[in-house]
């Protein structure tokens, strides 16, 4: 997939080598108003140097600017933080692993999603039920209440369900939900692609999506208590050899 030559210029700019480079945010999750900024997400290596310095090292580097009239947003975190975060119940580092929209790539990329899905199990639920209620309470707060809060909610919980179930990460709310069939869900993209970052819902029936969360909340807790997804993550020992192999070929 082409992306925006601002979108690569950047990329092309940070300080260290990337391991690899995605998009997030509403552009993965498959509603982007025509004017949403793009969420960049990935992984930077530090060389041994800056590791071993009495300097602190740059785990993360952020970046948000607006680069001729395009609305852009970095993060990268460094290899060993981004493994430390794959190894605990992180949602978020997941679905920025197996983004299907990716700007940069490497074999050890390719080697690490692979061994990241030793890393996914039933905990993860945990993850998105946090994510869930924190949206839900901050969209119930809201007047107006707009449509992307509640987009969220619902992309938040299908893929925590879907996850359970599957054990795959899909955090395309479009292809979620060509499985569960909300029809609700259809409408409300509809209107947020053909509107406004910042659109208000034109839905009234505030309790059918009250409804459909407390459902869709119960569904993930069933799915989290049917899983065949271990306890704890059995990938530490690859991630590791994989962590000082790519940092001391980065000496």
Same mark, same amino acid.
């Not at 609700?184 to 999506?209: F, P, R, T, W």
């Given at each position: 997939?082409?992306?925006?030559?601002?979108?690569?210029?950047?990329?092309?700019?940070?300080?260290?080598?990337?391991?690899?480079?995605?998009?997030?945010?509403?552009?993965?999750?498959?509603?982007?108003?025509?004017?949403?900024?793009?969420?960049?997400?990935?992984?930077?290596?530090?060389?041994?140097?800056?590791?071993?310095? !009495?300097?602190?090292?740059? %785990?993360?580097? *952020? #970046?948000? &600017? +607006?680069?001729? $009239?395009?609305?852009?947003?970095?993060?990268? @975190?460094?290899?060993?933080?981004?493994?430390?975060?794959?190894?605990?119940?992180?949602?978020?580092?997941?679905?920025?692993?197996?983004?299907?929209?990716? !700007?940069?790539?490497?074999? %050890?990329?390719? *080697? #690490?999603? &692979? +061994?990241?899905? $030793?890393?996914?199990?039933?905990?993860?639920? @945990?993850?998105?039920?946090?994510?869930?209620?924190?949206?839900?309470?901050?969209?119930?707060?809201?007047?107006?209440?707009?449509?992307?809060?509640?987009?969220?909610?619902?992309?938040?919980?299908?893929?925590?369900?879907?996850?359970?179930?599957? $054990?795959?990460?899909?955090?395309?709310?479009?292809?979620?939900?060509?499985?569960?069939?909300?029809?609700?869900?259809?409408?409300?993209?509809?209107?947020?692609?053909?509107?406004?970052?910042?659109?208000?819902?034109?839905?009234?029936?505030?309790?059918?999506?009250?409804?459909?969360?407390?459902?869709?909340?119960?569904?993930?807790?069933?799915?989290?208590?049917?899983?065949?997804?271990?306890?704890?993550?059995?990938?530490?020992?690859?991630?590791?050899?994989?962590?000082?192999?790519?940092?001391?070929?980065?000496?």
């Amino acid at each position: 997939m082409q992306w925006d030559n601002k979108i690569h210029k950047v990329i092309a700019e940070q300080p260290y080598p990337l391991l690899f480079a995605s998009i997030s945010g509403a552009h993965l999750y498959g509603f982007p108003s025509p004017d949403s900024d793009y969420d960049l997400r990935g992984v930077h290596v530090l060389p041994v140097k800056e590791v071993v310095s !009495l300097n602190e090292p740059r %785990e993360t580097i *952020e #970046l948000s &600017e +607006i680069r001729d $009239g395009l609305e852009l947003d970095l993060v990268t @975190h460094d290899i060993k933080k981004f493994f430390s975060l794959l190894l605990k119940k992180n949602g978020y580092v997941l679905e920025q692993l197996y983004s299907p929209l990716v !700007l940069e790539t490497t074999s %050890e990329y390719e *080697e #690490l999603k &692979e +061994i990241a899905k $030793g890393c996914i199990t039933r905990h993860h639920a @945990h993850h998105y039920f946090s994510f869930s209620d924190t949206e839900w309470r901050l969209f119930e707060k809201e007047e107006p209440r707009r449509v992307k809060p509640l987009l969220y909610i619902y992309r938040v919980l299908l893929t925590g369900i879907h996850l359970m179930q599957t $054990g795959e990460v899909e955090a395309n709310l479009v292809k979620l939900n060509e499985k569960f069939r909300l029809p609700q869900v259809d409408h409300l993209i509809a209107y947020k692609l053909s509107g406004k970052e910042k659109g208000v819902l034109s839905d009234s029936n505030i309790e059918l999506h009250r409804n459909e969360y407390q459902r869709l909340r119960q569904e993930l807790k069933l799915a989290e208590e049917k899983t065949n997804l271990p306890e704890s993550p059995s990938a530490r020992p690859a991630l590791n050899d994989l962590l000082v192999r790519v940092r001391m070929a980065n000496l």
